[in-house]
């Protein structure tokens, strides 16, 4: 069990440009979540899958944001046209599910982005 | 909807005292509530949970959580802190939404410790 990990771990990026996040899962689990936390403030969700299907979407996650997990593995998270409003830590979070332990979710350690 | 509240932003104590940080939640059912502490620049990790049974739970790293229903609390408790446990502490409960479980953070605690 290598835990959940997230690449790049810091993305400087100009506003307006594309960028790409990736999560891998701990490998027996089989929900993945996305949260973004921004300074000062705890964790908000934003989209999570049950394998390869995205089961659920955050009024946060505007039109400019788009999640998959093809094969049901890792996931990827690509924001188009960035804003400064996206300047923000992108958490990724996997657990067991449905049941039980599928509420204890385990976290990577975080993409930061900044939008100049 | 669900929601969680930590009153306190940010706390001091000094090295040896005890800790409680306060937590409350607003949930129509019987809540699923964890603590989680974060390190700068780091991910979350999970402190303990409560789903069910004693009210009272022991976690990793000496930490304590008492779940009191008639109070709609979950404070987390230390009886004796060290210099490693500055952090930010974030509590959070299960907000169930299509079977999606998300999880509901309060705003955080961060705690400083002086030597």
């Known amino acids: 069990d290598t835990g959940v990990s997230q690449d790049p771990r810091h993305k400087i990026t100009k506003r307006g440009q594309n960028v790409t996040f990736r999560c891998d899962p701990i490998?027996?689990?089989?929900?993945l979540y996305w949260y973004r936390q921004t300074l000062g403030q705890g964790p908000e969700f934003l989209t999570y899958?049950?394998?390869?299907?995205?089961?659920?979407k955050s009024r946060l996650l505007s039109d400019r944001f788009s999640a998959e997990r093809p094969k049901g593995s890792f996931s990827t998270l690509e924001i188009q046209r960035t804003e400064q409003g996206d300047s923000a830590m992108y958490l990724c979070a996997s657990s067991l599910g449905p049941g039980g332990p599928s509420y204890e979710q385990y976290f990577g350690p975080g993409t930061r982005l900044t939008v100049t | 909807a669900q929601s969680v509240t930590q009153p306190d932003i940010h706390i001091t104590v000094s090295e040896g005292a005890s800790l409680e940080l306060r937590c409350n939640y607003s949930y129509g059912a019987t809540p699923y509530l964890f603590w989680y502490v974060q390190s700068p620049g780091q991910g979350l990790q999970l402190l303990l949970k409560y789903f069910s049974g004693d009210t009272l739970v022991q976690g990793i790293k000496g930490f304590e959580a008492e779940f009191k229903r008639s109070q709609s609390s979950f404070n987390l408790r230390k009886p004796s802190v060290h210099w490693s446990d500055a952090a930010e502490y974030f509590c959070?409960?299960?907000?169930?939404?299509?079977?999606?479980?998300?999880?509901?953070f309060g705003q955080g605690t961060r705690l400083t410790i002086n030597p």
């Open positions: 959070a409960v299960v907000g169930l939404i299509q079977g999606a479980q998300k999880l509901v």
């Open positions: 899958f049950q394998n390869e299907a995205q089961l659920e």
């Open positions: 490998s027996e689990h089989n929900r």
